[in-house]
């Protein structure tokens, strides 16, 4: 039986994103395993983009690790910091053990954030790691043509034979569902979801173990939004990768995604499989993005109440802080104590 570390493709742990005031990403933890179609969800603003371009280094990340394939590839040097000048404080008003002990763990604190730093610039670009982004017009360059799009990739990367380069990106345009004749024209010649096939065969000719998809079909209508997640079904199969789907449709992420991480003002509020998510959902966000998934049924429209979530209602942390816990195994929820025995209760765990 593998070993369930060896299983873990991408790790991130406590990951902070802020700019200025503003936290986008605060203090959120997850992993995605090999293979698997990992699904984020959450309102416009909640931190889901933020989230997969710290993981691709798109931005400095504030503090937290992130792990990919067992080697650290990002780091924030943001808790160390906090950590020094806390202890700075202490000593102020520390006895002479105090002081020892809090130079200690200084020195400790310090050590650690030179190694995350370290680690963090080791690893430069990871190029095993790529994404399909939400718009893909914007995402394009329109005056380079489709040939030049995909294939810049490997020219930065170091290839150089023609001979090598026209190969990989005839083979991958026909991967997508396009032709080669396609190779020649520029971005504004093509429909929405072409100029998205275009965007995924960017990213897949690099070969990588995982691609970040945010919110690849909400441009798109429904029918070619059917066609590009099929796609990319079956690309993950055929090419054995391990995606990261972001959106907001959960009937969408439902039909895609393993498992499903919800997002709320930059918190992960829960975390379990797609089924039990949708079976169980404990945490009141959760409930009220549920119901506001509509379905094709006059009758059941007419009759469905939606849920409104109000944190400042349903949840009291003036005392009894929150944090992520397991309520039962891999179902994760943000909650108190409180919370946490009422959904283990809900539960019957």
């Known amino acids: 039986m593998p070993n369930e570390k060896d299983d873990i493709l991408l790790k991130v742990e406590h990951l902070c994103q802020y700019f200025g005031p503003v936290k986008a990403v ?6 995605i395993k090999r293979g698997e179609v990992f699904g984020m969800v959450g309102e416009s603003g909640c931190g889901k983009t933020t989230t997969g371009r710290s993981i691709i280094k798109l931005y400095d990340i504030t503090s937290g690790s992130i792990y990919f394939d067992g080697k650290r590839i990002a780091a924030g040097a943001g808790s160390y910091k906090a950590a020094i000048k806390k202890a700075r404080a202490e000593m102020r008003t520390a006895d002479a053990d105090g002081k020892t002990r809090l130079k200690a763990e200084i020195a400790e604190q310090k050590r650690q954030m030179a190694q995350a730093l370290s680690d963090h610039k080791a690893a430069g670009s990871v190029t095993q790691i790529q994404m ?34 026209d190969e990989k990106v005839y083979r991958v345009l026909e991967l997508v569902g396009l032709v080669r ?16 096939r275009i965007g995924v065969a960017r990213s897949v000719i690099m070969e990588p173990q995982m691609i970040i998809a945010d919110e690849p079909v909400s441009a798109l209508d429904v029918s070619i939004q059917a066609q590009v997640i099929n796609l990319l079904n079956d690309l993950r199969h055929e090419l054995g990768l391990t995606i990261m789907f972001i959106a ?10 393993d498992r499903i991480g919800v997002m709320y003002f930059g918190k992960m509020v829960e975390l379990t499989t797609s089924d039990e998510l949708f ?15 509509p379905l094709p049924d006059p009758l059941y429209e007419r009759q469905r109440k939606r849920i409104v979530y109000d944190p400042l209602v349903e949840h009291d942390y003036s005392t009894d802080k929150p944090s992520l816990r397991e309520v039962s195994a891999g179902h994760f929820v943000y909650c108190n104590e409180a919370e946490y025995q009422k959904y283990c209760q809900a539960l019957g765990a």
């Open 132 to 165: 399909i982004f939400q718009d893909p017009i914007a995402s394009l360059d329109p005056r380079m043509t489709v040939y030049e799009t995909i294939a810049e990739g490997l020219r930065i990367r170091g290839e150089k034979n023609k001979a090598v380069i």
């Open 181 to 196: 004749e396609h190779a020649t024209r520029y971005p504004h010649e093509f429909s929405g979801g072409q100029r998205q």
């Open 248 to 257: 907001h449709d959960l009937s969408v992420v439902k039909y895609f995604s």
């Open 26 to 31: 605060d203090d959120v933890s997850f992993d």
């Open 279 to 293: 079976a169980h959902p404990l945490h009141p966000y959760t409930r009220s993005l549920l119901s506001a998934i």
